[in-house]
């Protein structure tokens, strides 16, 4: 099987839509969770009191904001550092909406679409696009698409 090329080349739009259909997966579970948690989070107001800042791999810089809030019924304020990042978007000081898991108030994000939805976006987003391009792969290159060999190539090896 992996002496004939166009064999070989028609695994390729398999492996996209297996891993399109993967990242559609994750996107739908991210989806869920993110609902869930939004079901039984409060709200709360909290504060920017810094940023921590994270290098990747390829030496990228982003800032992650630390927010500092006090759960209903609690004395004391927590601090958490939500999970997504990028720019310094808050001044110090400024305050943002939150919501957070009342068993565990450490488990909070910003009330904005982007800190609560990124993931399931990014994911579904990636998905859509694989699953796309495995698809019109497949689609174009089938037995009497139009970039089927049309004097019946086959690679007798």
């Known amino acids: ?3 004939d090329p166009i064999k070989v ?5 398999l492996i996209f839509v297996l891993v399109g259909l993967g990242l ?14 939004l079901r039984t989070a409060r709200t709360a107001t909290g504060e920017v009191i810094g940023y921590t800042r994270r290098t990747d791999s390829e030496g990228e810089i982003a800032y992650f904001p630390v927010i500092e809030f006090t759960p209903a019924g609690a004395e004391e304020p ?4 939500s ?7 808050y001044a110090i000081g400024a305050r943002v909406p939150l919501r957070y898991d ?11 679409p982007g800190d609560l939805w990124l993931v399931a976006r ?4 990636l998905g859509a696009l694989f699953t796309t391009i ?10 009497g698409g139009a970039f089927d060999s049309p004097h019946g190539y086959t690679n007798s090896a």
Do not use: K
Not at 83 to 89: A, D, I, L
Not at 102 to 112: Q, R, S, V, Y
């Open 134 to 143: 495995g698809g019109v792969i497949f689609w174009l290159f089938r037995p």
């Open 9 to 13: 080349f028609r695994l390729i739009p």
């Open 122 to 125: 990014v994911l579904g987003g």
């Open 102 to 112: 009342p068993a565990l108030p450490f488990n909070a994000a910003i009330d904005a």
């Open 1 to 3: 099987m992996f002496n």
């Open 24 to 37: 559609l997966a994750g996107a739908v579970y991210s989806y869920r969770s993110t609902q869930e948690f």
């Open 83 to 89: 999970s997504t990042g990028g720019t310094r978007s």
């Open 78 to 81: 927590i601090e958490f550092t």
